[in-house]
């Protein structure tokens, strides 16, 4: 299942649409290197 990018209508699978989001709202927009194989960091959630 992929989910559809509001800002730039891509489908996305949802792993990346965090990563993705965030490439897309930056202006100017973040350089992607496909040869260093960019992961965006995993997110961490605190449980209060």
């Known amino acids: 299942?992929?989910?559809k990018c509001p800002v730039c209508?891509?489908?996305v699978l949802p792993d990346d649409i965090e990563c993705h989001l965030v490439?897309?709202?930056t202006k100017p927009?973040?350089?992607y290197n496909?040869?260093?194989k960019y992961q965006c960091p995993p997110t961490t959630t605190k449980k209060n």
């Open 23 to 25: 490439m897309c709202l």
């Open 1 to 3: 299942m992929r989910i």
């Open 29 to 31: 927009r973040l350089s």
């Open 34 to 36: 496909d040869s260093l």
């Open 9 to 11: 209508s891509k489908f």
